[in-house]
């Protein structure tokens, strides 16, 4: 793990990200393992580190709930089976009301329900139990979403929790360290003010047509690989 003190470029892409991200995850290789992608942007690094570990690969929806006039802070978060987190001390700085709060939590399960049905339809899940799950994402801010993705799904018994992205605040790795069984990061941030964005050279918001073109792909990708004769694998 490499800590920095200050902003700096480290991953040209996502895609870089997350094949720098697989790098460090070469223990879990052909192991009982599901990859989880926090959507939107934890997808292009998940699908990198899916593939390269030739893992299974879905999704757990989780949303923040939006801190105003900073968007990589959060009042907490919620995730697509109910689970929610929040910042309390978030919430009582500004003085958001509780009924104001529960406004703003059932807003983003409305987000959370659309890009459900969206991304996933009428699939089932994939089953987790017992196994290790890794969930990703490509960056670490405060840490809400990740904490309400962790004990979300702490609910569907896995094995083990691994928390896997290509940088963190260290504030944000601290946190999630108290939920997850381990934190795995190329990059860990200890300036005052953390931006996911400031290490990626080339870094945009993702759009929900965009996952679901990669979605597509990692399907065609699949259906592929379980037909191709076992002796040209």
């Known amino acids: 793990m490499a800590y920095s003190a200050r902003p700096q470029v480290v991953f040209e892409n996502r895609h870089d990200a997350g094949r720098q991200l697989a790098a460090k995850l070469g223990e879990y290789r052909d192991q009982s393992v599901v990859v989880l992608a926090i959507p939107n942007s934890g997808v292009p690094v998940a699908l990198e580190v899916a593939a390269a570990l030739r893992a299974e690969f879905d999704l757990v929806i989780c949303r923040k709930v939006p801190l105003l006039l900073n968007p990589e ?3 907490g978060a919620a995730a697509d089976d109910g689970t929610v987190i929040l910042n309390e001390e978030a919430v009582k700085r500004i003085g958001l009301s509780r009924q104001k709060l529960e406004d703003e939590i059932n807003k983003v399960r409305s987000e959370i329900k659309q890009r459900s ?6 699939r089932p899940i994939i089953r987790v139990s017992g196994k290790a799950v890794i969930i990703i994402d490509d960056g670490l801010a405060s ?3 990740m904490m309400t993705a962790v004990e979300s799904v702490r609910h569907r018994r896995p094995k083990e929790v691994i928390v896997a992205v290509p940088v963190a605040s260290a504030i944000a790795v601290k946190q999630v360290e ?3 069984d381990r934190v795995i990061t190329c990059v860990t941030g200890f300036m005052p003010e953390f931006y996911v964005s400031d290490f990626y050279r080339y870094w945009h918001d993702l759009s929900d047509d965009d996952i679901v073109r990669y979605l597509n792909q990692w399907r065609v990708r699949q259906f592929r690989l379980n037909i ?3 002796q040209n694998r």
Do not use: H, I, Q, W
């Open 73 to 75: 802070g959060s009042l």
């Open 178 to 180: 108290r939920v997850a």
């Open 117 to 122: 049905l969206l991304y996933k339809g009428d």
């Open 228 to 230: 191709e004769p076992p």
């Open 143 to 145: 840490g809400f979403t």
